[in-house]
T-cell receptor
C-alpha cells in the first residue's frame, strides 16, 4: 500500500494566528512531498515541492515566508500557514512519491485526504 | 512549458452510457500517464495508470494511449451517478511533480 495521512483534517482559526498541517507517509518512505491548495470549484494548484533535508521549492507567486515547509524526515512534511488571513481559507492537500528504483510508475503521487482551513 | 489539456466540462451523460474523457499533452517525451478521480471536497484518488500505446482495461474503466497523437483518454462504461466527479489527467515527464490537467467535471444523470 501507499497511505498518506494529514492532520488535522479540518481547522478553524482566527485571523493572524499560525496553523501547522502535518503530512505523513504511513507505510513507505517518500522521496518527495508536494503541497497543493484548492479553492472551491477550482483546480489543484501546486504550492511547493519538498525533499527531505533540503529547502522546499516554491511555485511562482507562493510566499515562502508565509507558507513554511519543513521536511524533516522521509515520512513527514509540515506546512505552516503563518499569520493566516481569511483569503488563506482553502483545502490544502499533500502528496508524496515513493523512494525506490525507477519504474513506469515512478513519480506516481499518493495523495493525503486533505486539510480544510477556515480563517475567521 | 509542459502542458496537459482537458476539457473542463461539465460532461453530462445518462446513467448506463459510456463517458469519454480526453486529455492531450505537450511533452512528446512523457513516459506514463495517470487518471485520478476527485470527488467534491475530497482529495484525488488514482483510478488508472498506463504507459504503453493501446488500451488498458480495469473493470468499467478503460484507458487509451496514443503517443503519436499525444493523446490519452479514459472511458467509463455503464456510467453510474457515483461516477460523478472531476477526473484529472496527469503526465509523468520523468521529473517531479506530475503535470496535472485542470480536470474534467463529469455528471452522470440518473
Amino acid at each position: 500500500g501507499a497511505v498518506v495521512s494529514q492532520h488535522p483534517s479540518r481547522v478553524i482559526c482566527k485571523s493572524g494566528t499560525s496553523v501547522k498541517i502535518e503530512c505523513r507517509s504511513l507505510d513507505f518512505q517518500a522521496t518527495t512531498m508536494f503541497w497543493y491548495r484548492q479553492f472551491p470549484k477550482q483546480s489543484l494548484m501546486l504550492m511547493a515541492t519538498s525533499n527531505e533535508g533540503s529547502k522546499a521549492t516554491y511555485e511562482q507567486g507562493v510566499e515562502k515566508d508565509k507558507f513554511l515547509i519543513n521536511h524533516a524526515s522521509l515520512t513527514l512534511s509540515t506546512l505552516t500557514v503563518t499569520s493566516a488571513h481569511p483569503e488563506d481559507s482553502s483545502f490544502y492537500i499533500c502528496s508524496a512519491t515513493k523512494a525506490g528504483p525507477p519504474t513506469y510508475r515512478t513519480n506516481e503521487q499518493f495523495f493525503g485526504p486533505g486539510t480544510r482551513l477556515t480563517v475567521l | 512549458q509542459k502542458e496537459v489539456e482537458q476539457n473542463s466540462g461539465p460532461l453530462s451523460v445518462p446513467e448506463g452510457a459510456i463517458a469519454s474523457l480526453n486529455c492531450t499533452y505537450s511533452d512528446r517525451g512523457s513516459q506514463s500517464f495517470f487518471w485520478y478521480r476527485q470527488y467534491s471536497g475530497k482529495s484525488p484518488e488514482l483510478i488508472m495508470f498506463i504507459y504503453s500505446n493501446g488500451d488498458k482495461e480495469d473493470g468499467r474503466f478503460t484507458a487509451q494511449l496514443n503517443k503519436a497523437s499525444q493523446y490519452v483518454s479514459l472511458l467509463i462504461r455503464d456510467s453510474q451517478p457515483s461516477d460523478s466527479a472531476t477526473y484529472l489527467c496527469a503526465v509523468n515527464d520523468g521529473n517531479t511533480p506530475l503535470v496535472f490537467g485542470k480536470g474534467t467535471r463529469l455528471s452522470v444523470i440518473a
